[in-house]
């Protein structure tokens, strides 16, 4: 089971958000059928989106992040929830194989130079968007940056995706600690202090070690409390009852213009590859309905 949990440390000067990201990072790459770089690059960004999904309290919020770049992937588009769930897709889910070294993925060759966006709505208020260059391509590296340029938060972001040589996730999670406001320099020293005893995201999950075991390893000289655990899943929300919301969207004269053609429609869920067909006698009944 996937899952992550949020702590504290140094007597709630910093917080921690730990996630194993395995199985539903996994079921993205057989929504999409993506190599393995795409693999990496999507499971990281899913991993880090279904945590800032967490950070969003209200019920109702959902948190949306689109990366534009030049490089094979052309970018990608991904959403979540407070509740979990998270969803997304490559824009280029084929793309050459190449490495770093030996074993490890080059993300950043795959993803390019680029922006990230990103959009806050908790469901109250009118929607939070921030855009920034991308760092690295790397998706740890920019949300770092992210959170530090955006949000004012001194973070460190650590992702990872384990792609098998028969192209399957082997294992994938990820970590985000951030300095609260009266964060000392005594525990920025601790946390840096923490950060080097980890080799990487991907070996202590290869390793079969847990999100409570990486909290602790990280932060476990600060004293970390684990506040919460909450299962997370790739999860779409996509129904043929919102399909049908969106195309009466496009208005009489388009529905109009479909009725004419004679041809059923078929509408695709970019997020989860669903496919939704409106024959004929449905379009027609859409448009009496205007």
Do not use: W
């Not at 460190?156 to 964060?183: C, K, N, R, W, Y």
């Not at 929300?237 to 004679?262: H, W």
């Amino acid at each position: 089971m996937d899952y992550m949990v949020r702590g504290i440390a140094a007597d709630g000067h910093v917080r921690i958000f730990a996630c194993v990201s395995t199985e539903l990072c996994e079921k993205a790459r057989k929504t999409h059928n993506t190599s393995p770089n795409v693999t990496a690059a999507l499971g990281r960004m899913l991993t880090g989106a279904v945590i800032m999904g967490d950070m969003m309290k209200n019920d109702d919020a959902v948190l949306s992040v689109t990366i534009k770049s030049d490089g094979p992937m052309k970018g990608l588009s991904v959403s979540a929830d407070s509740k979990g769930h998270v969803k997304g897709f490559p824009y280029v889910a084929q793309v050459p194989f190449v490495e770093k070294y030996a074993g490890k993925l080059d993300v950043g060759a795959s993803v390019g130079k680029g922006t990230m966006t990103v959009v806050k709505d908790d469901g109250i208020a009118e929607p939070y968007a921030s855009q920034i260059n991308l760092a690295t391509g790397e998706i740890a590296d920019d949300l770092t940056y992210y959170f530090a340029e955006s949000e004012q938060v001194p973070s460190a972001v650590g992702l990872g995706v384990l792609v098998d040589t028969d192209e399957t996730v082997h294992s994938a999670g990820g970590f985000v600690i951030q300095m609260m406001p009266d964060a000392t320099e005594e525990d920025i020293e601790g946390v840096e202090t923490g950060l080097k005893k980890l080799t990487s995201v991907t070996d202590h999950f290869k390793a079969g070690k847990t999100p409570e075991e990486l909290a602790e390893l990280l932060l476990g000289d600060l004293g970390v409390e684990i506040l919460e655990k909450k299962e997370v899943s790739f999860d779409c929300n996509c129904s043929r009852e919102r399909v049908t919301k969106a195309l009466i969207s496009v208005g009489k004269k388009e529905l109009q213009s479909m009725i004419d053609d004679g041809e059923p429609v078929e509408m695709k869920c970019n997020y989860c590859n669903s496919t939704y067909t409106f024959g004929i006698d449905d379009i027609k009944e859409l448009l009496a309905s205007l």
